[in-house]
Structure formats: structure tokens, C-alpha cells
């Protein structure tokens, strides 16, 4: 398998120094990465294959971002790609590990490579809104909002992706008072795309706050977004019914509810036609709902 990367790295090497005296083959490159690697990726039943894959993937991206970095799509693959290998490969192994840390090796690892997913997704939203990063990153409220308002329906999928890694980090660093007083601006973020575009992705901002709002108490609000959620997916996303019973049915201390929504998640034919677009994330979910039935008597007094 290493030689086989090898190779492969070496033979994409030669084929980008080949096109070198013209941007256009890296361009079309990016664009196709940018563009391909999510569906390909996120329609595979096997999580160990992807995870294998996608650091090499996000590798040959950042290469090409370095010769690139006005390069919006790629950024956005960049922050997405980022956020969910960290999420789904670091971070959720750190949550199941036993051993105490192992779980804080994996946690540190998961901030990191957010705070890297972070930096793209704001390098993509300052490509047409000069300025915007800088306004993220200050302290300064007003001057944030202000700067957020000149953004468009066509930087929600920026705005989003740079709210979920930001959002992301924050919770892998509890004891960083620094991080956690950037938590506006993540509010800030998230909440300029649904206003943008409340519909987006089939729900993927409802599903955002169904976590958001119920980490801030706001467990009236995070219902209402899971229903619109569930409206939206049709219920063929898993992620979020897993959301919703470890963020809102744990501490309500519903027991039987959590029991039948996590069952209910088991259940589902993850290669339904209609859920096939979601297969890897849902095959994530039901190894997620799993390992938390087998957790429920210390989640549940």
C-alpha cells in the first residue's frame, strides 16, 4: 500500500511539473478535485477506505492551494474536507477511546486539524470579500456583523463550513478561555447563512443548530430546526437523528425516547436509493448510535 501511494504521489508529481509553465492544468486539477473527492467520498460504505484515503487527497490539494490561493473552490474543499476527517476519523475515535490519553491525543489532534479547516474556509470568504477575514478574527462585534452583511447566498457553503470547523475547535478546547470567547463569531457565521439560505444542502444548517443551539440551552430552538431538518432530509441522513438524541434527549434524561430513535437508526437500509448520496456519513451514524446504546445506563440515570 505505501508503495502504491508512493508512486501514485510521485506520478501526479511529474504530471503538475510537466504543466508548470501555465496555471491551466493546475486550475483544472483543483477544480476537479475540489468538485469530485466529497460525492465519490461521501457515497462509500467503507469508512476505513476514505479515512485511509483522505489525508492523502487533502495533501495534493494543499500542494496545489500553495500555487493557488485565490483558488475559492479548492479552499471550500479544503475546509470541508478538513472538518469532516477530523470530525469523523479523529475526533469521534478520541470521544470512544478508553484510554484517557489516547482520547486526549485524539482531541488535540481533531483542534488542530479544525483550526487548519478554519483558515481555508476563511482564505475562501475573504477571495470575494476583502477585508472579511480580518473582520472574523477581531474582536470587534459590530465591525464583524457589518462585514458579514456584504456576504451573498453563494458564500453559504463558505460561511458554513467555516462555522462548523471554527465551532468544531471550540468544543476541543474547553480550557482555552481564548477559543471559547470567539463563540460569537461562529454564532455570527452560522447564522448569517440561514438567513441567507435557511433550505441549504437539505437541511445541513438546521442539523448545524440542532448541536449549536443546544450547547448554548436553547433546546426549544434546537428542536424546532431538527423537525425543519428532518422536513428538509426526509429522514435520510443519519448524522442528525444521532445529533439529536445525544445533544438534546441525553440531557432531557429521555431514555425511552433516545432507546427508539437510536434503534430506529440501526435499522435503516443505508443503501436505500434515496440515502445512497449520504451512505458514508450514515454508516458513520449507525457505528456512532452503536457505541451510545451501549452506553445508555451510564447516560441515563
Known sequence: MKQIAIGLAAGLAASLSACSPTNLAENSLASSLATGTGGTFQSDDDP????????????????????????????RALDSGFTGYAYAFVQEPGDEAGDPARA?????????????????????????????????????????????????????????????????????????VAMIGQLPAVADLAERALALDPDWDGGTLHEFFVSFDAARGKADDAKKHYERALALD?????????????????????????????????????????????????????????????????LFL
Open 48 to 75: 476505513e477506505l476514505v479515512g485511509e484515503a483522505l489525508p492523502f487527497a487533502l495533501k495534493l490539494m494543499e500542494s496545489l492551494a500553495a500555487d493557488l490561493p485565490r483558488h475559492e473552490k479548492l479552499l
Open 104 to 176: 486526549q491525543a485524539l482531541h488535540e489532534r481533531a483542534r488542530k486539524l479544525f483550526l487548519r479547516a478554519r483558515g481555508y474556509g476563511l482564505r475562501a470568504l475573504d477571495v470575494d470579500h476583502a477585508g472579511l477575514r480580518e473582520a472574523l478574527l477581531a474582536a470587534d462585534a459590530q465591525a464583524r456583523r457589518k462585514a458579514l452583511a456584504g456576504t451573498v447566498a453563494a458564500d453559504v457553503p463558505d460561511l458554513y463550513w467555516t462555522a462548523a470547523a471554527w465551532g468544531l475547535a471550540i468544543s476541543d478546547s474547553k480550557s482555552d
Open 234 to 298: 426526509h429522514g435520510t441522513r443519519l448524522g442528525l437523528q444521532v445529533s439529536y438524541a445525544e445533544n438534546l434527549l441525553v440531557p432531557a434524561q429521555d431514555r425511552v425516547g433516545f432507546v427508539k430513535l437510536l434503534d430506529r437508526v440501526l435499522e435503516f437500509d443505508v443503501d436505500r436509493p434515496d440515502a445512497r448520496p449520504n451512505r458514508l456519513e450514515n454508516v458513520l451514524a449507525q457505528r456512532r448510535a452503536k457505541w451510545l446504546l451501549g452506553r445508555v445506563d451510564d
